[in-house]
Each structure stands twice: as structure tokens, then as C-alpha cells.
């Protein structure tokens, strides 16, 4: 029941783009269609930013992008903002032995 | 516009039972989801605790399974934490939040601190 794995930190300049990454298994990432990115910002609570693997809730601004190849997915963020500098962790479903979720371990971005 | 709200003790001794209760307005709970428990310690990241649906079906973070009973009330529109036995490294902000393989609502989180 290994944490997802996501690089600790990425920064990008206004206006740039940006990835992250979350890998995982095939008993998760690779397994299932369930994969969530969330955004946090210091003090709040996580916000729901791409839901099964590519998928933006309402109000969510289309410079989010999810996609996933294999056991890794991926969080884009086109034309950086500085109100996108915050905390972003990927979620995968997973069932291995018994249902359960697991996070990513959490990425900081940096706007510069 | 679905809600959560969290609420319990803010401080919790150690080997003593931490409850919190998530209580959730503008959706029933018996009309389907899951909900589930998050927990994020100071400076740390996030890990999921459990899940319940409303008909008491539950999923434990295997982890702390041992430890973990989650219950819902449909009567009350709520559904409740308990964590047995906790320790130091069980101080957390907890979160409650509804599951459909997302957490796409969450209440605004509640730091418990175990501490003697």
C-alpha cells in the first residue's frame, strides 16, 4: 500500500507550462480509470481539479489537463498563473487485496 | 450546494479514542456516495483513512485498520471517526469529504492534536 510517487517540487514562469507526474502500479495508476489530481493551497482544504484520469468539474479552468499512460499519470497546467502556486496531489482507487485509495506523496509548485 | 463540517475534540491524550463526526448538509447521505475520512499531518501529506456508504459498508486504509471504525447515522445526515490508541504521530488536520473514486466535496478540516 506504497504512496504514489510524484516529483517533491516543479516551477514554470508565468505563462509556461507545467507537468506533473504521479506513478503508481498496475494494481492502481495502471489499473483503473480513477485517477484524481487535487490543488491545495496553505491552510485550505484540497480542491477536486481532474477526476478520472482527464476529466475537470465545473468551474475548473480548461489550462488543467489529466492524462495517464500506463502506471503514470500526468497533471498539465498551461499558461501559468500565480494563483496556480499551491500544493497538488494525484489519488488513485485501487483494489489489490481490498478497495482502497492511496495518494501521491504531494508536489509544490512554484510560480516564479 | 453540498456541505461538510467536521467537529470533536481539538485535543486528544495519548492512548485515548480521537471522534469526530462529519456533518453533511444539502445531500442526503442515503441517496448513494461514499464518504470518507483524510487525514494531513503538519507540513505533510495526505492520506486517506477510510470510506462508508450508507449502508454501513465500509474500507479501511489496511494500515490503520486495526484501529479505525467508521459509522454513519442516515437519520442525522451524518457519519463519525473513531481512531483507538493514538499516539503523537496521529496529530493531524482531518478531513471528511464525499467519495465517488474522487473527493470532489470536503469539509474545511479540523486540527486534532494528541498531547497530554
Known amino acids: 500500500q506504497s504512496a504514489l510517487t510524484q516529483p517533491a517540487s516543479v516551477s514554470g514562469s508565468p505563462g509556461q507550462s507545467i507537468t506533473i507526474s504521479c506513478t503508481g502500479t498496475s494494481s492502481d495508476v495502471g489499473g483503473y480509470n480513477y485517477v484524481s489530481w487535487y490543488q491545495q493551497h496553505p491552510g485550505k482544504a484540497p480542491k477536486l481539479m481532474i477526476y478520472d484520469v482527464s476529466n475537470r468539474p465545473s468551474g475548473v479552468s480548461n489550462r488543467f489537463s489529466g492524462s495517464k499512460s500506463g502506471n503514470t499519470a500526468s497533471l498539465t497546467i498551461s499558461g501559468l498563473q500565480a494563483e496556480d502556486e499551491a500544493d497538488y496531489y494525484c489519488s488513485s482507487y485501487t483494489s489489490s487485496s481490498t478497495p482502497y485509495v492511496v495518494f501521491g506523496g504531494g508536489t509544490k509548485l512554484t510560480v516564479l | ?116
Request: net charge positive; proline share 4%; charged share 10%.
Open chain 2, 1 to 116: 450546494q453540498v456541505q461538510l463540517q467536521e467537529s470533536g475534540p481539538g485535543l486528544v491524550k495519548p492512548s485515548e479514542t480521537l471522534s469526530l463526526t462529519c456533518a453533511v448538509s444539502g445531500y442526503s447521505i442515503s441517496s448513494g456516495y461514499y464518504w470518507g475520512w483524510i487525514r494531513q499531518p503538519p507540513g505533510k501529506g495526505l492520506e486517506w483513512i477510510g470510506s462508508i456508504y450508507h449502508s454501513g459498508s465500509t474500507y479501511y486504509n489496511p494500515s490503520l485498520k486495526s484501529r479505525v471504525t467508521i459509522s454513519v447515522d442516515t437519520s442525522k445526515n451524518q457519519f463519525s471517526l473513531k481512531l483507538s490508541s493514538v499516539t503523537a504521530a496521529d496529530t493531524a488536520v482531518y478531513y471528511c469529504a464525499r467519495w465517488g473514486h474522487y473527493f470532489d466535496y470536503w469539509g474545511q478540516g479540523t486540527l486534532v492534536t494528541v498531547s497530554s
